[in-house]
């Protein structure tokens, strides 16, 4: 079986002091554990992540590099002993598959990690390409190449084109452990992302109201929470029923304060859950002024629940820029599938714009809904989705930003 070899590119833990191989630890035994059974051979060696594996692997080892947070970007490489003649074969062979892609022109980069080789960077460039030339396989276009070819000498030579964009970030793991409120929409999940690459581990709290809500809506939240799970390496959701507090809000509560009031009690319950699970703090999918829940007072309101941290990675961003970024991760298309969740169920017509945090509380006080709240949470279930398994069908081509 024919054995292939990609490189990565190492993020900003580069930047990183005296704990730099910490985080390169995270990230060695983050991509393991993405291609637990695939038969890969991983090694961090001078700011490269190398994974080796048999051909069959290939989308086993790319759809894990896609999510891995932690690298810049990645390719597949050739690789060749570090000597003139090899290398001239190995970019043939790169510009041979080119043109069979259609390109036309190309140019060579180069990078010369070992300073001993006799050529540098850009005698590398110049004699590189030489039976390309020769040849006439391809012609030189630097400024506007139809194919890039990159050669690095390093313990060996690697050449490679079609180079990936990386998730970037920091190692996931590394960053503490956070509880997020995921709904089926569009904006928790790329919340929960933001925050994957900051390195923060994460569990998740989704709250359902059956039988008002369909079981499609949970399982449109299980598939988001299995696509965040690649990129955090694992996530376990707790579907939370929420059906008897949200019928206790709209027979006691004012119909203006019912949206208000039910974010103030998902707050609540995810103190709880927080606890249970040690959850350092909460992160939510909200955007300033987006919605009526969502103005500055109304923020306030519900932050005054939360006895954690409460992140809003979203706060400053508007709709378009959530949505590139949940097409980019794969959640958007299962996001808009049309199943409503329990924020839409006995939402009012006319909601409260600008609460105040005392009445709030005060009509918070009046549902006497602590029991309803603790009783959810002590009967929610629980379920874990590992890295290396998927509901839904993910490519290797992330698009992250």
């Known amino acids: 079986m024919a054995s292939i070899i990609y490189l990565a590119k190492l993020g900003e833990l580069t930047l990183k002091g005296s704990n730099k191989a910490d985080f390169e630890r995270r990230l060695v035994a983050n991509i393991r554990r993405a291609l637990v059974g695939a038969g890969a051979s991983v090694r961090l060696q001078a700011g490269r992540l190398y994974v080796e594996a048999d051909e069959c692997a290939s989308t086993a080892v790319e759809g894990a590099l896609a999510h891995l947070v932690g690298i810049t970007g990645w390719a ?13 074969e190995a970019v043939y062979g790169e510009a041979l598959d080119a043109k069979e892609s ?21 005698g590398i460039q110049r004699e590189a390409p030489l039976l390309v030339c ?31 964009k990386g998730c970037r970030g920091l190692p996931a793991g590394t960053g503490g ?18 925050m994957i690459r900051r390195g923060m581990r994460l569990d998740a709290a989704y709250f359902h109201a059956f039988p008002y809500t369909p079981d499609e809506a949970q399982r449109k939240v299980e598939d988001i929470a299995a ?22 809000i709209k027979e006691r509560a004012p119909e203006a304060y019912r949206t208000l009031l039910l974010r103030y009690c998902m707050i609540q319950a995810a103190n709880l859950l927080a606890e249970r ?7 939510s999918g909200e955007s300033l002024g987006q919605v009526a829940s969502q103005t500055l007072e109304n923020m306030t309101v519900t932050e005054s629940a939360a006895r954690f941290p409460l992140l809003r990675p979203l706060v400053g961003l508007d709709k378009e820029e959530i949505i590139e970024t949940a097409k980019g991760i794969g959640t958007y298309g299962i996001s808009i599938l049309p199943y409503e969740d329990c924020c839409t169920l006995f939402s009012p017509k006319h909601p409260v714009l600008r609460a105040r945090a005392g009445e709030t509380r005060s009509l918070y006080e009046a549902l006497d809904a602590d029991a309803l709240i603790a009783e959810a949470c002590e009967s ?21 930003s």
């Open 76 to 88: 597949k490489a050739r690789a060749c002993d570090k000597s003139l003649g090899a290398i001239r």
């Open 102 to 122: 259609g390109a036309r022109t190309f140019k060579i980069e180069a990078r010369r990690a070992d300073k001993g080789f006799p050529l540098d960077s850009y």
């Open 134 to 164: 020769e040849r006439n396989l391809l012609a030189v276009d630097v400024h506007r190449p139809d194919a890039v070819i990159t050669v690095e000498v390093r313990d060996r030579a690697f050449v490679y084109r079609n180079a990936h």
């Open 177 to 194: 452990k956070g509880l997020l409120l995921l709904s089926g929409g569009i904006d928790s999940p790329v919340a929960g992302y933001r």
């Open 227 to 248: 696509v965040l799970a690649r990129f955090g390496m694992s996530l376990r959701l707790h579907a939370v029923g929420f059906t008897a507090v949200q019928v206790r």
């Open 277 to 283: 699970t040690g959850a350092q703090c909460l992160v």
């Open 380 to 400: 929610c279930e629980a379920k874990r989705f590992p890295a290396q398994e998927s509901r839904v069908a993910l490519s290797g081509n992330v698009r992250v």
